[in-house]
């Protein structure tokens, strides 16, 4: 079955400090997608990356960096320089074929990523 | 694209009654997503629609849960006969094709 563990249940840095957050999977598919969300108080869930089993080349977009290495099935993701503003929590999912291509997701359990002032 | 609308936003309902959810995707997404998520945990899946078709459940979909998506519009989400343990978001998403999701802001059901 399908399974994603984010192992950091809590994280709090300060302002300006780099921080990762991890994410581990295990899926018997070939074909899957990673994706990372955020979640802030207001309660949406805030789309960041979707990246394909087959392509593992990290991506940088601004302060977030994302490294998928399907060796060791991970799919971290790095703030550069974090700020309060990137207070939330954040979570990695999978996603699992369903019927005519659809996909539904399986998401970890979140990581609550607090930055003080 | 005004993103995928959710309401009511917040729902307390007294044990026993029933509620209903409505979810507006966006207008050109044939995908449509229940999810639910209790605090402290991830979203979990409850079902999906393709058009009209409502085409996998959920084992979390108990018999008091029904969900519609007439004329593969708007979806509905009906809980008949409310538990305490049915406190929860609900998120709706919407798709097309095989791209990422679009969650809306979600129903805060307080069961008390």
């Known amino acids: 079955a399908q399974k994603v563990t984010q192992a950091q249940t809590e994280i709090s840095v300060v302002e300006k400090e780099d921080v990762t957050l991890d994410c581990v999977y295990e899926?018997?598919?070939?074909?899957?997608?990673l994706f990372w969300y955020k979640q802030p108080p207001s309660g949406e869930l805030v789309f960041l990356i979707r990246r394909n089993s087959f392509d593992e080349q990290n991506e940088i977009s601004g302060r977030y960096s994302w490294n998928f290495q399907k060796s060791t099935s991970s799919f971290n993701f790095t703030i550069t320089a974090s700020q309060v503003v990137d207070s939330a929590v954040y979570f990695c999912?999978?996603?699992?074929?369903?019927?005519?291509?659809?996909?539904?997701?399986?998401f970890g359990q979140g990581t609550r990523l607090t930055i003080n002032p | 694209d005004t993103g995928v609308s959710q309401n009511p936003r917040h729902k307390i309902t007294k044990r026993g009654q029933n509620v209903t959810f409505r979810c507006d995707p966006i207008?050109?997404?044939?995908?449509l997503y229940w999810y639910r998520q209790t605090l402290g945990q991830g979203p979990e899946f409850l079902t999906y629609f393709q058009n009209e078709a409502q085409l996998e459940k959920s084992r979390l979909l108990s018999d008091r849960f029904s969900a519609e998506r007439p004329k593969g519009s708007f979806s509905t989400l009906e809980i008949q006969r409310t538990e305490q343990g049915d406190s929860a978001m609900y998120l709706c998403?919407?798709?097309?094709?095989?791209?990422?999701?679009?969650f809306g802001s979600g129903t805060r059901l307080t069961v008390v």
């Open positions: 999912a999978l996603s699992e074929a369903v019927i005519q291509g659809a996909q539904k997701l399986v």
């Open positions: 207008s050109e997404h044939n995908r």
């Open positions: 899926t018997r598919d070939t074909t899957y997608y």
């Open positions: 998403a919407s798709s097309s094709t095989n791209y990422g999701y679009t």
